[in-house]
């Protein structure tokens, strides 16, 4: 459907140096706690370049946890994550974007008082450089560079099939719609790899099957990696390349779909086991 | 069918960034910078500049300053008459030591000091937010104001603890001081607020303006967009504090002619942020439609009655100001909470697509 994309488009993505199929980000021996709240527990996994890499498990296993120790909001307590071959434990969320890693969010947060070309705007706000007296002007450098970026947002906008509502104010859209606008403000950002939290939560099937798409095809056609969170199962089972299970902040299985689904572990976690 | 704006198609990003995308609002313009530059000048009364253009000028300028900072960055401040008052007394220092400097630059000048006292003063926005911050403005309200008033260098130690504005020549014309004329104060004034009012134009639509906006909306979010919170809002502080100063140096030097600590206290703050908040928040626009409604309505309403023929007391006029504003302030803040500039928004809405219904 969206075969006609442009080769700009193709071309977008950080260019990292690491080939299709190796380790781009590793987890190892994480483990995050509040207080005395153990979230996550001794988890290690991989991300390879050009997956879709899938976390699931019941409600409280630590998913979007492990999200946010991805991408810095959290800093775990214990285990290192090593990302395009650089280890860190601690960083901000302005250094991982910086690195290449944007999300989408569990409940939507778009900046609502903006226009969605504004909000995915927004999202290239690291990428533009101009300073404040190029600014000032703007006739000149700093209004180049502003159709530079508007050009490729409106790529994004194409992509997204959401040209109709470029001037509406985000706030006064559906709700499906504002997740679409919210993974072009992600898309935006040019990473090599997209953290989604629960794209899907709360769409009827079409709207499922229109961001199932536009999922697919960011990875296949932007070569962009994406570690998804979701809970409709026949959703991940088709999309993903791997899946990682996730119960009570410990890692219960890893594989591909198939292995994940006739593993007992996970069956018991989701169905509970007879008493 | 003032505004249709069929057949103005617009065919490259460009012109869809252009400061009018319908051409109708660049004739508006242009009508009011006649009015202001022309039609003004030639026929308003001594009275009409000194009570009237020049304030609303002003007052819209400060008004401008909070904006950024509270409108378009989300952070409420309550310090903005403190923060005209440092650069009051920065462009009074600057003058008094080098008596040969352009008034011009010694305004611009003035106004970093503005900036780098917000800027210390904004240092808490990074941990608080909301109402919690607007205390600690409130902070730098009493503590500046203080100063002020201690601080007798600033002042130059004279007697009376006011700074009085001297003689300023700029080419040969009085610009500032006693003998200055109001129609060369209100040129300058004019000046210095259009040249400003385009660069924070320029900044707020551009990525900046957006950077502060998605602050403003959802902080966490925009930290994850890779923006970095506390240099977007030590940004905000600096621009608005810095825009804030060169208003108050135009308050003393082109307006008032003297001041003393007492005039920059809160009710001068509270002032700004009525006018702020009626005209709209997070709108360029708004702060001159809220500096004519606050500034220029209880100067209309004294003097109406005396021209009709009513004559009232002077104390009854003062009262009915306090009662017409305040009863507007409420009925604006209850029928358009985004302020006169919303309302104008909407009434262009249906201008433009009048006369159909939708």
Known sequence: MNAHVSPQAVSLGHEDGIAPGAELLRVDNVSLRFGGVKAITD????????????????????????????????????????????????????????QGIARTFQNVALFKGMSTLDNIMAGRSTLMKRNMLWQMLWHGPALAEEI?????????????????????????????????????????????????????????????????????????????????????????????DRVVVLDYGKKIADGTPDEVKRNQAVIDAYLGVPH | MLYRIAGQYKTSYAADHALFPVRQDAYLLGFILVMAFVVFPMTASEFAFRALLIPVLIYSLAALGLNILTGYAGQLSLGTGAFMGVGAYACYKIVTIFPELNLVV?????????????????????????????????????FLVWLFQKWSWLYNHSSSAAIQVPNIDMFGITVAGPTARAITQYYFVLCVVCAVTIFAINITR????????????????????????????????????????????????????????????????????????????????????????????????????????VPIASATAEHLNIMIVGALIITFLILEPHGLAQLWATIREKFILWPFPH
């Open chain 1, 43 to 98: 988890i290690s996994f991989d991300i390879r370049k050009g997956e879709i890499r899938a976390i699931i498990g019941p409600n409280g296993a630590g998913k979007t946890s492990m999200l946010n120790v991805i991408n810095g909001f959290y800093t775990p307590q214990e285990g290192t994550i090593t990302f395009r071959g650089v280890e860190r434990r601690g960083m901000r969320p302005h250094h991982a974007v910086r």
């Open chain 1, 148 to 240: 530079e970026h508007r050009r490729k947002v409106e790529e994004i906008i194409d992509f997204l099939e959401i040209e109709h509502i470029r001037r509406t104010p985000v706030g006064k859209l559906p709700y499906g719609l504002q997740k679409r606008v919210e993974l072009g403000r992600a898309l935006a950002m040019e990473p090599s790899l997209l953290l989604l939290d629960e794209p899907m939560a709360g769409m009827n099937l079409e709207e499922k099957e229109d961001m199932s798409r536009f999922i697919l095809d960011v990875n296949r056609q932007r070569g962009t990696t994406i570690a998804l969170i979701e809970h409709d199962m026949g959703v991940v089972m088709d999309l993903s």
């Open chain 2, 106 to 142: 010694a305004i611009a000048l003035s106004g970093f000091f503005s900036a780098a006292v917000g800027v210390a003063f904004g240092l808490p926005s990074l941990r608080i937010k909301g109402f919690y911050l607007a205390i600690a403005t409130l902070a730098a309200q009493f």
């Open chain 2, 206 to 309: 551009g990525r900046i303006g957006r950077i502060w906006k998605s602050v403003r909306d959802m902080d966490i979010a925009a930290e994850l967009v890779g923006i970095n919170l506390m240099k977007a809002k030590l940004t905000a502080f600096f621009v608005s504090s810095y825009i804030v100063g060169v208003a108050g140096a135009l308050f003393v030097f082109l307006w008032r002619g003297a001041a003393e600590a007492n005039l920059f206290e809160i009710p001068l703050s509270f002032r700004v942020l009525f006018i702020a908040i009626i005209g709209g928040l997070g709108s360029i626009m708004g702060n001159y439609l809220g500096a004519i409604l606050i500034v220029a309505l209880p100067v209309v309403l004294s003097t109406v009655p005396a021209a009709l023929g």
